[in-house]
């Protein structure tokens, strides 16, 4: 019998039926993905060798899932949770899974925003256990062998990080994997891809983070950032590697800067199966809030005039995914461009400037701003006021930049203005909600990035709707990962939003919330993975099975369908 070896069994739909364990003893408890620590049954613990290692008592999944919340709150912070859920996980991967799902909304600021970004600056002194890949200069020739080294080998999803462009925060060198490590508990708790069909992975390349160079228990490559050919050498020798030993997998770019998200994602778009969340499932979440608007003015996306300020990769996103569905509803590409502009810190973006490659889509010829006489008529304010815009977007990390003239302005060109702050965290967000519900009586169509707490106007209560990445990723994902899709195709965001928005009740849409709550996260991945599905059967990107399962959907979406419902995994115990 091979030792230190288990398999995970599949039904016909790909669907997790059971665990075959070659181990035996002590081995099997240090395992987190096979361990029940306490649930194991009394034959279970003579069948595999457990007998003297664990207390008499055996617990259910649910009497083990009571003190581990009782641990939770009597955490001093949150911060001090995150270490304990991903202690939890490094031990017992269903009860950490099952315990988050008990309260998604409770716990989701913990695994991912905000928490995370303090566990990416924490990361080298917090470090405890090894999770996932890390790939740097030093061993980067054999990322080949060490991909197929790695314990998990059915491998359907990796969120892969270069760590540069965190949260807000920055370059942080090493840490950035626990960013990884969150979007993978989302595609968990979302869209049920179990978490050994995940896979985290830092590509570190070095870091500019001074404090990081000198602090002495820094665990990253210790050099500056590598740049240029050599840092576009070091991504091919990546893809290369992953293509060939998971070439059926999703590779979800995850916090790159800027123009390195952008043209990382293009170049390898058709090489790789994969996507940039911050980029297409910012859009894709910003549509959401844009399309619930639409039913709220019971108005027509194509009369609108949007304006993105903060136009880094997240803003172009959004630019992009509005201008997908602009023409998908019949503009044609030149007219649908007109009505969006992007604005930086030098204020709207013109042709004339020396850009970036990733900004020139959106940049406005200046001749044509008939308002723009100097470069000091380049502001906000000028830009809402005389292009009549009546979408207004934050991705600038600029807190309190949308002003209550700023608010007024948009207001002076429709009845409802729809302002979305979505810059993270709430430190930085553009507005905040209580001030643009004052500021507009009320009449503002409002959603953000961050979490806040309901807003109470004139004796009403309103809930904020989170425009939270959390409802597109996953489910996007499993999409992709049902029927085999061999491209992420941009059509794919546009569905994923249009399903997030089915989600809105009719009563949310009369008070003018503009994104489903939290607690309904698994069953908007499951109908966002069936609607990026068919788009993938339609597209013609589908062979007529899944990459992961002996069940055919021959390019059917009713069976599609079924394959996605049986494939979601539940923390349970097997």
Not at 124 to 146: C, K, L, M, V, Y
Not at 462 to 479: E, S
Request: charged share 25%; glycine share 8%.
């Amino acid at each position: 019998m091979e030792i230190n070896h288990y398999e995970f069994e599949y039904g016909q739909y790909g669907e997790t039926t059971g665990v075959t364990i070659n181990l035996r003893g002590f081995d099997i408890l240090r395992y987190n993905n096979i361990s029940k620590g306490t649930a194991f049954t009394i034959d279970e613990r003579l069948r595999l060798k457990l007998s003297g290692f664990l207390p008499p008592r055996v617990k259910t999944l649910a009497e083990q899932i009571k003190p581990s919340l009782d641990i939770v709150e009597k955490k001093e912070s949150d911060i001090e949770r995150y270490i304990y859920i991903r202690s939890l996980y490094d031990r017992n991967v269903v009860l950490a899974h099952a315990v988050i799902a008990s309260d998604i909304i409770r716990f989701l600021p913990i695994i991912y925003t905000p928490t995370v970004g303090l566990a990416c600056q924490q990361y080298s002194a917090q470090f405890r256990r090894a999770n996932g890949i890390h790939f740097f200069p030093g061993n980067i020739d054999h990322a080949e062998t060490i991909l197929r080294n790695y314990v998990d080998q059915d491998i359907r999803v990796a969120v892969v990080t270069d760590n540069q462009g965190i949260l807000g925060i920055g370059d942080q060198g090493a840490g950035g994997i626990p960013i990884c490590l969150g979007k993978l508990m989302l595609y968990t708790q979302g869209a049920g891809i179990a978490p050994w069909h995940c896979l985290p992975i830092s590509l570190d390349v070095g870091t500019d983070n001074e404090e990081l160079l000198k602090d002495p228990d820094y665990l990253g490559w210790r050099e500056k950032r590598i740049r240029g050919e050599e840092y576009s050498a070091f991504i091919e020798k990546f893809v290369k590697a992953f293509k060939t030993v998971f070439p059926k997998a999703l590779c979800q770019w995850e916090d790159f800067s800027k123009q390195t998200a952008v043209s990382v994602r293009d170049k390898y778009v058709k090489e790789v199966i994969s996507f940039n969340d911050d980029i297409q499932g910012t859009g894709s979440i910003a549509l959401t809030g844009i399309i619930a608007a639409m039913k709220v003015k019971k108005e027509k996306m194509t009369d609108q005039v949007y304006l993105v300020h903060g136009a880094g990769a997240g803003g172009v996103g959004i630019a992009e995914q509005i201008l997908v569905e602009l023409m998908e509803q019949g503009l044609g590409e030149e007219e649908a461009i007109s009505r969006i502009f992007t604005l930086d810190s030098r204020g709207v973006v013109t042709s004339d400037r020396d850009l970036e490659p990733y900004k020139t889509k959106f940049a406005k010829d200046p001749g044509k701003l008939v308002w723009l006489k100097t470069p000091e008529d380049n502001t906000l304010h000028n830009v809402v006021k005389n292009e009549k815009v009546t979408v207004l977007i934050g991705t600038s990390g600029q807190p309190g930049c949308f002003t209550r003239e700023i608010v007024d302005a948009v207001g002076q060109n429709t009845d409802r203005p729809v302002i979305l702050p979505l810059s993270n965290p709430t430190t930085k967000t553009e507005a905040l909600p209580e001030d643009l519900y004052e500021w507009t009586d009320g009449k503002a169509l409002v959603a953000t990035g961050s979490p806040f707490d309901p807003v109470t106007h004139k004796g009403k209560s309103f809930r904020i709707g989170q425009m939270n990445n959390a409802f597109v990723f996953p489910g996007v994902g499993l999409g992709i990962v049902a029927s085999g899709a061999t491209e992420v195709l941009p059509v794919f965001f546009s569905a994923a939003a249009h399903a997030v928005a089915g989600f809105i009740s009719d009563q949310d849409i009369s008070n003018g919330i503009l994104c489903p709550p939290l607690d309904h996260l698994r069953e908007v991945s499951i109908e966002v993975a069936k609607r990026v599905g068919a788009e993938a059967i339609k597209a013609g990107v589908t062979p007529d099975d899944c990459a992961f399962s002996t069940f055919k959907h021959n390019n059917d979406p009713a069976r599609l369908n079924t394959l996605i419902e049986k494939m979601a995994w539940n923390p349970e115990y097997l």
